[in-house]
């Protein structure tokens, strides 16, 4: 099982991303295990420079803005 | 539409740019076609109102979109990965320069301060270079420019990119050369040190496109009832208050206290860049002074309070202060200066 981390200190565009992903695996079937990572230290700790960020199995694969469906379901 | 981005994104771009400049130079006869409609007197009060609310809504509307759609495809060029690699141990000087030049290109939210503050540290970019990044990021901020430049003419919008830029470089530098470091939360100064070395992404033309659109949802989703607000506060303005009543409060008429008391009413406010230009434009056309009005509107957009509360996290106490203290001082030089010359 695939897991998936938002990382995202509680703007609108974190909390989009994140219904988002939650949405489109309900609707893909896909089983997912979703966190939301709001501890600023462990947000920089990945490495990432702008939110909302998302890490796929331990790697970053987004940071800034809300991603597109179509990466999104490039995850799933 | 999509097989066009596809197959030709430069046909696109260009099909899109002349819609985009034919529907532009309907408004104004539209607007006017709009308020005749109604049963009021030319020349009313409420008639002038209406008429600015009918003509700035939809330009101010249109210009966003432009505007941001055009700088989401060119901050798909400037990541912040990318602008720290080319300001990682960069002298001063140089470095603020680049760095508030960089500001403007680079994609940049305030709840992201943080960790691209902390990012710009972890890789070697000197802390003055960070702040003139922090400060230019914000206030020289493209939506700013253009509506400045389609309401006000070029003349002010370049005034505004260049002394906001000025006070970025300067300031910056300044902090830089305080060395504040120690000012610093702890915990920041004992993060690891990281690479600066950036890979570029190759994103192809239509993809960037992509990423415009997604700038245009984002972002004029986020600001268009700031911009209504702000319109129809100017509208009021506009067409109620008399002719010269900001002259006395910000206008020539006005004491030397008028720029700083602009300026700290400015710090706590924060309206995104696109709700404040009606506000401008109508303090001036009824008589405020344009250094006064200049120095209002950066620091409302520059100096924000949820900005430093976020930033509070990295920074000591100290280390805020001066630099609120260091800008604002900027900006009222900004304002004195021009109020003098102009």
Redo the contacts between chains.
Sequence with gaps: MKNIKVLGTGCANCKTTLKLIEEMAKATGAEIQLEKIEDMQAIIGYGVMSTPGVVLDGKVVHAGGVPSRDKIFGWL | MKKLIQSSPRGFLLIAAMLWFGLYKTLEPFSHVLVDALPLETGSHAYNALQFFFYDTPKVLLLLAGVVMLMGMINSYF???RT?ALLAGRREGVGNIMAALLGIVT???S??A???F???VQAGVPLGVTFSFLISAPMVNEIALTLLFALFGWKIAALYLGLGLSIAIISGYIIGRLKMEAHLED?VRN?PK?SAVHEGDTLTLSERI?AGF??VR?IVG?VWLYVLAGIAIGAGIHGYVPQDFMASLMGKDAGWWSVPVSVLIGVPMYTNAAGIIPIVEALLAKGASLGTVLAFMMSVIALSLPEMV?LR?VLKLRLIAVFVGVVATGIMLVGFIFNAVV
Aim: glycine fraction near 4%; include cysteine.
């Design positions: 990541t912040p990965e720290r994609p940049f939210c709840c992201s943080v960790p691209l902390i990012g710009f915990w993060m990281v992509y997604a700038s984002e986020k976020i996290k």
